[in-house]
């Protein structure tokens, strides 16, 4: 008699203890999703170009549900062009153990994966991952970093250029020595202008104080520049437009927001869309679908040509009708 009443007395107890664990259990679920990521955003230097992929990035990143103020902290930093401030960025986000790094342009992503095997790492406006040993391949980077590439369509740039301006001979390009991107793109230009019957001489600087004395070396023996997506030119558009509008010398860009500073005409990449991209490798990284080791690098999707109109009547080019009619135009 004592035992069963024991027995009923234990049996509310235990339903109390099952109904427990299963509450228990569903709050645990519950409090799965409502985590808050940590993610820093280290981009090189300031201007449109790397600005507009860093919007994105964010843009992308909200369109998947990560939304800053609700389940996202973000720490900004800008290292403007000084390695010593990339490297102290890259150790303040090691340090705070950062969920997910998003690295803007190839220098900040070269130190951000020097400072961490562990962290994810997602790059944007980034040439040339393999060239610049972020990745083993772009089919498998293989390591904690993946991303997007800004590698231009060189090839489409420099018949843009033809078109534009059929007697072109000789093309001058600028570029930072320092930027392997850069690089990369001068190398591809060069091979494909040289196929064409048309020769390349090239100034590369060290720092936006270099600009004005290389463009006016090129300037009387050039019938034209091309300029990739290098940062230092891209900083400091108008110290070249300068040089090149007074010698009305058309400019082909590696990029739009290069066209928007004073450039002529571009056939690129659409910088804002790239981070939008890239947001949205970094969410199925957040969201456990994927590791950066078995990312592809992802190609740029949105390419057009954009035209600067205003700067084609200060230097006397007539654009064609049938690039007018395709492009967007810089008025």
Same mark, same amino acid.
């Given at each position: 008699?004592?035992?069963?009443?024991?027995?009923?007395?234990?049996?509310?107890?235990?339903?109390?203890?099952?109904?427990?664990?299963?509450?228990?259990?569903? =709050?645990?679920?519950?409090?799965?999703?409502?985590?808050?990521?940590?993610?820093?955003?280290?981009?090189?230097?300031?201007?449109?170009?790397?600005?507009?992929?860093?919007?994105?990035?964010?843009?992308?990143?909200?369109?998947?549900?990560?939304?800053?103020?609700?389940?996202?902290?973000?720490?900004?930093?800008?290292?403007?062009?000084?390695?010593?401030?990339?490297?102290?960025?890259a150790q303040r986000f090691v340090s705070a153990k950062m969920d997910l790094i998003c690295a803007i342009a190839t220098p900040a992503a070269q130190t951000v994966a020097n400072a961490t095997h562990d962290i994810p790492i997602v790059g944007t406006a980034i040439t040339d991952?393999?060239?610049?040993?972020?990745?083993?391949?772009?089919?498998?980077?293989?390591?904690?970093?993946?991303?997007?590439?800004?590698?231009?369509?060189?090839?489409?740039?420099?018949?843009?250029?033809?078109?534009?301006?059929?007697?072109?001979?000789?093309?001058?390009?600028?570029?930072?020595? =320092?930027?392997?991107?850069?690089?990369?793109?001068?190398?591809?230009?060069?091979?494909?202008?040289?196929?064409?019957?048309?020769?390349?001489?090239?100034?590369?600087?060290?720092?936006?104080?270099?600009?004005?004395?290389?463009?006016?070396?090129?300037?009387?023996?050039?019938?034209?520049?091309?300029?990739?997506?290098?940062?230092?030119?891209?900083?400091?558009?108008?110290?070249?437009?300068?040089?090149?509008?007074?010698?009305?010398?058309?400019?082909?860009?590696?990029?739009?927001?290069?066209?928007?500073?004073?450039?002529?005409?571009?056939?690129?990449?659409?910088?804002?869309?790239?981070?939008?991209?890239?947001?949205?490798?970094?969410?199925?990284?957040?969201?456990?679908? *994927?590791?950066?080791?078995?990312?592809?690098?992802?190609?740029?999707?949105?390419?057009?040509?954009?035209?600067?109109?205003?700067? *084609?009547?200060?230097?006397?080019?007539?654009?064609?009708?049938?690039?007018?009619?395709?492009?967007?135009?810089?008025?």
């Amino acid at each position: 008699m004592n035992i069963l009443k024991a027995c009923r007395r234990l049996v509310p107890v235990a339903a109390l203890l099952t109904a427990s664990l299963v509450a228990g259990c569903g =709050s645990q679920a519950s409090n799965s999703g409502d985590k808050t990521y940590n993610i820093g955003i280290v981009q090189l230097v300031e201007h449109n170009a790397l600005d507009s992929a860093n919007k994105g990035f964010v843009d992308g990143l909200k369109e998947r549900g990560f939304e800053e103020g609700k389940n996202l902290t973000i720490d900004r930093q800008n290292a403007q062009a000084d390695q010593s401030n990339l490297q102290n960025i890259a150790q303040r986000f090691v340090s705070a153990k950062m969920d997910l790094i998003c690295a803007i342009a190839t220098p900040a992503a070269q130190t951000v994966a020097n400072a961490t095997h562990d962290i994810p790492i997602v790059g944007t406006a980034i040439t040339d991952y393999v060239g610049a040993k972020l990745a083993q391949s772009n089919e498998k980077p293989g390591g904690n970093v993946t991303g997007t590439s800004d590698m231009n369509p060189v090839k489409d740039q420099i018949d843009l250029l033809l078109k534009i301006k059929p007697t072109a001979k000789t093309i001058g390009v600028i570029y930072c020595s =320092s930027e392997v991107n850069s690089e990369v793109q001068v190398k591809a230009m060069q091979e494909y202008a040289e196929s064409k019957g048309l020769t390349v001489k090239v100034a590369t600087i060290s720092t936006v104080n270099d600009i004005q004395q290389a463009a006016q070396s090129l300037v009387g023996s050039v019938d034209a520049f091309y300029e990739p997506t290098d940062n230092v030119i891209a900083s400091a558009m108008p110290t070249l437009m300068d040089i090149t509008n007074a010698a009305k010398l058309p400019v082909i860009c590696g990029e739009p927001n290069e066209v928007k500073a004073g450039g002529l005409a571009t056939y690129g990449v659409d910088y804002y869309q790239l981070g939008v991209q890239t947001g949205h490798m970094a969410a199925d990284i957040l969201e456990g679908k *994927a590791k950066p080791a078995d990312m592809a690098i992802e190609m740029p999707k949105n390419l057009r040509i954009t035209i600067n109109k205003k700067n *084609a009547a200060a230097i006397g080019i007539t654009i064609p009708d049938e690039l007018l009619k395709d492009a967007d135009i810089v008025e």
